[in-house]
């Protein structure tokens, strides 16, 4: 590792609207107050919490560089280049871990290939969060992202992912656009086995925080609104 390179620092952020160090270690505060450079999905919330964590920096001294689904290649090929001059850049999330469930592997591999220091930094995971607090096989599970937004598929989906977990004693963990959470659980509630076993959790590190883990046949009842809330299911069939 060329230690003249500057590092890629890997910077988590909250899962939602409280207090940053309530969720944060000091460690992202320090990380933050020694950079300037920073990879980030969207400036103006980056801006925000930069200045939640750090009041007294300086904006005006802030280079935010935008990676999302616009970026070209070329661009993000010249995203690290700080890194090549000595400078250190942060990889920061939108909401939880750069990543997981985030953009920004790219930029990680990346760095590997320009022999690169990756620095990852503790903070929450939604996905790891949900996990622990579910019940389900923490040594054994697979996590699926989105499912497809076609009903048959869908549905196909959910059918393989319960085989999957009954022949491999897996927790299947996935995720919903908030706005169609509660059709995702009808979804789930119609098309699984009675008994398998099923954990919504949602709004994880807020006030509102809300875990549970039933059988499918009992979320049939269940009358809990999930509707615009972040949230993470986890299936598992014994």
Sequence with gaps: MNSNKGKLYLIPTRLGDNPPLEVLPISIKKIIEQLDHYIVENEKTARRFIKRISPNKSQSSLVLRVLN?????????TYLNPCLEGISVGLLSEAGCPAIADPGSDIVSLAHQLDIQVVPLVGPSSILLALMASGMNGQGFTFNGYLPIDKNERKSKLKL?????????QAQIFIETPYRNNKMLEDISSVLQPQTRVCVACDLTLPSEYIKTMTANDWKNNKEDFHKRPAIFIIQKD
């Excluded at 689904?69 to 993000?76: C, G, V």
């Excluded at 992912?161 to 004693?169: A, D, G, K, T």
Aim: no cysteine; aromatic share 6%.
């Design 69 to 77: 689904k616009y970026t070209t290649d070329q661009e993000r090929d």
């Design 161 to 169: 992912m319960e085989r999957l977990s009954s022949e491999h004693q």
